[in-house]
């Protein structure tokens, strides 16, 4: 289901996409939904390896170790990931000098990996979100001087700016073969929702507000922390009936570091955040999933295969009666 095929058209159609779909949405016709115009492609199946890399927080230099570790890039940071997809799970801003580097890269690999047949997904994170709505308590001081100073750096984020463009055209949640990818998690009371409908809405909110609350808020993707919680029965309640609605058996995740790559809930859920920059002090590292194989990989050592196959939920209540 490629519905963009060239990294223009997706932003292009992206933009059209979610001010059509906005639209369509307000009359509150379902079935129009279907045949609204494209918006920006949030699904993609037969894929056959998948590369997820979590919050990078401005370290140019460990996301360029991962990405390297990966396979994904060469020594001159060209796309060397053939038909891989590529997930960024967002979190490139803010704690670190260098995004506009990590974001320049992910910009020139963008149209190289389309054209090799792969895919890079950029999404979002609450760091990119709070820089697009004006709160900066975070971004580091390196950040500013990269666009020139405070003024050139609010420029180049804001709505007609080339980062802030860039960043509003990208999706929050996306499904790749039979796993989800989303910064922090998805709270049940949005599973009432399409993948097309959430990511419709963020990008909504991101250029028209309002800024604070409903998907933007504590218990959107961008920010939700319950599946990231070492409680397995807590994690398969949670994701259990998310994962049965989108028809998917696992959700990669960033927002909250860990020293290691770590399974949650059996499995269900991978967290892919090492806190891979200076900031946090943890390791570069990428989730490889290649043939329902699921790899933690660290530049320099090898690659740790993961337990991921959980048991699947039956249909029996949690609680008996009586
Ligand atoms: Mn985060």
């Known amino acids: 289901m490629k519905r963009g095929q060239t990294s223009l058209s997706v932003v292009i159609l992206g933009l059209l996409g979610g001010i059509l779909t906005a639209g ?40 360029v170790k991962a990405l390297t570790a990966a396979g994904v890039i060469d020594a001159k940071a060209n796309w060397t990931g053939g038909k891989t997809h590529l997930v960024q799970t967002g979190d490139i801003l803010d704690r670190g000098g260098d995004s506009k580097k990590a974001m320049d890269l992910l910009m020139k690999l963008e ?10 997904h950029a999404l979002l994170g609450n760091h990119e979100l709070m820089v697009m709505t004006n709160d900066l308590r975070y971004v580091h001081p390196g950040e500013y001087k990269a666009f020139g100073g405070k003024p ?11 980062y802030g463009k860039w960043m509003r055209g990208h999706n929050a949640v996306i499904k790749i073969n039979d796993v989800l990818f989303m910064h922090g998690g998805l709270n049940q009371q949005w599973m009432k929702l399409s993948l097309d409908r959430i990511n419709a809405d963020i990008r909504k909110a991101l250029h028209t507000g309002p800024y604070r609350g409903g998907l933007l808020g504590s218990s959107g993707p961008m920010w939700y922390r319950g599946w990231a919680v070492a409680d397995v029965a807590a994690v398969a309640a949670q994701c ?3 994962f049965k609605k989108y028809g998917v058996k696992h959700a990669v995740i960033g927002h909250t570091p860990r020293r290691s790559i770590t399974p949650l809930g059996q499995g269900r859920v991978i967290a892919a955040d090492t806190g891979m920059c200076a900031y946090y002090g943890g390791q570069p590292a990428a989730l490889v999933i290649e043939k329902h194989r699921y790899l933690a990989v660290y530049p320099g050592r090898k ?4 337990k991921v196959d959980y048991k699947q939920p039956t249909n029996t209540p949690a609680r008996k009666a009586g």
């Open 303 to 306: 690659p740790v295969a993961l």
């Open 152 to 162: 050139g750096f609010a420029r180049a984020m804001s709505k007609s700016g080339k």
């Open 24 to 63: 369509a949405l307000a009359a509150d016709a379902p079935s129009r939904a279907a045949s609204r115009p494209a918006g920006i492609a949030n699904t993609w199946s037969g894929v056959e390896r998948i590369v997820a890399i979590a919050d990078v927080h401005g370290d140019f230099g460990q996301f």
């Open 240 to 242: 259990d009936p998310v």
């Open 111 to 120: 149209p190289q990996a389309i054209k090799a047949g792969g895919r890079v």
